[in-house]
């Protein structure tokens, strides 16, 4: 998920432009480093149209398959079998504590 995440930089057409790499730099080695390191992306706006496109464009369309689906469809698992019909299965048979009744 963290593809379609961008950290994105603007003022490269007023900014000095060494002082802007620096600081995007320090922001990408820094907070934003985990994000990066996941498959995000950083990218600079430079105030016209192209670059905004370019920044959009750059995040992709093609459509990722959730983990069911890639359960059911490509290792053929009965719903039972996948992650989230195991988990829905465990919270429908857990052993819950009693409500507390209200005044006793």
């Known amino acids: 998920m963290a593809d379609r995440v961008r950290l994105v930089t603007t003022m490269w057409g007023e900014a000095n432009e060494e002082l802007a790499e620096r600081t995007e730099s320090r922001v990408t080695a820094g907070p934003w480093k985990a994000l990066l390191g996941a498959g995000s992306g950083c990218e600079r706006f430079f105030n016209t149209k192209q670059s905004a496109w370019n920044i959009v464009r750059g995040l ?25 019909g195991r988990q829905l299965h465990l919270g429908t048979t857990q052993v819950r504590p009693p409500f507390a009744v209200r005044g006793s």
């Open 60 to 84: 992709g369309d093609s459509k990722k398959a959730l983990l069911l689906q890639r359960e059911l469809v490509d290792i053929s698992l009965e719903f039972v079998q996948t992650t989230v």
